[in-house]
């Protein structure tokens, strides 16, 4: 599904689950008593039959918000469902996610996203599959506002870091756990290279993936080091960026990012990047630091 046939459904799916790990795959079941039954209008009942082909295709044509029960403290994703498989204990849908929705605007947005909270056990509490009769993309439109752009929008970010020390490698992975969170694709090392591949090849995606928007440059004393003195896969990928901010003093890809400081408070940043403009995420600025990450990356120039 892509954004123009999003933007034409006048239906959506909507999947609320109880169990925390539900959308972290492809694939899910469902209980048959728990799919289009309850908060399901008449008229859906009537007009959309599981065991019947042509409802299945209809149905596969609608978005989907793949939700969490009250009390799970996660983000619904938004996507569609490229299969379902009707059997007589349950009914299994396939399903692919576009990105997610912050859970404080979901749960703020019931009445224009048509989920019921007005009984004592309000929808949000109960394990279901219903079909709603409204423009998803509209609505979310509205919604969202400024946020709109990081819904239908997923920028690619590559990351260059030192492996070392340890606490550079965690504090990497937790700003990719955080990136992800809010609807970043990540490239680097740790997911994005495997066996057997070129590691050369890989590093060279920096300037070769038309997709990358920012490479992301974690600056710390032992990244410098490796930097300035072109040792190992730091050396390799200062070479490569070397190219692409020598000359050009407006470039907007390239970024430094702070992880660490020297005694005198002054950032530690490699020698090609020194005039440039970077974000403090040490410890001290990382709130304000990653708010300032986000804007760039989802900025439209």
Request: aromatic letters at 12%; glycine letters at 4%.
């Amino acid at each position: 599904m892509n954004l123009e046939e999003f933007k034409t459904q006048n239906k959506y799916n909507l999947f609320i689950v109880a169990n925390k790990n539900a959308w972290e795959s492809d694939s899910y079941v469902m209980m048959p008593d728990r799919c289009l039954t309850s908060y399901t209008d008449q008229f859906i009942k009537e007009n959309y039959n599981l065991n019947s082909q042509s409802s299945l295709a209809e149905i596969m044509k609608f978005p989907c918000i793949f939700a969490y029960e009250d009390g799970i403290d996660k983000n619904p994703y938004i996507g569609y469902l490229t299969n379902i498989k009707v059997r007589k204990n349950g009914v299994k849908i396939n399903f692919k996610k576009f990105n997610t929705i912050p859970l404080e605007i979901f749960k703020k947005s019931t009445f224009e996203l048509d989920i019921d909270m007005n009984r004592s056990i309000t929808e949000l509490m109960h394990t279901h599959w219903t079909i709603k009769s409204i423009n998803l993309y509209d609505e979310l439109k509205e919604i969202l506002s400024d946020e709109k752009n990081r819904l239908f929008n997923k920028p690619t970010v590559f990351i260059s870091y030192s492996w070392k020390p340890t606490e550079t490698k965690e504090r990497v992975d937790n700003l990719v756990k955080k990136l992800e969170n809010d609807n970043v694709t990540v490239l680097y090392d740790k997911k994005s290279l495997f066996p057997g591949q070129d590691m050369n090849v890989f590093m060279e995606q920096l300037s070769t993936n038309p997709t990358i928007k920012k490479v992301l440059i974690i600056c710390t004393k032992t990244y410098v080091d490796k930097a300035d003195n072109r040792i190992g896969g730091v050396g390799t990928e200062s070479e490569i960026i070397i190219p692409q901010v020598y000359g050009k003093p407006m470039q907007n890809k390239i970024i430094p990012i702070f992880f660490e400081k020297d005694e005198n408070n002054n950032p530690y940043v490699p020698t090609c990047l020194k005039s440039r403009y970077g974000i403090d995420l040490t410890p001290q600025n990382e709130e304000q630091g990653y708010k300032d990450l986000i804007e760039d990356i989802f900025r439209e120039y």
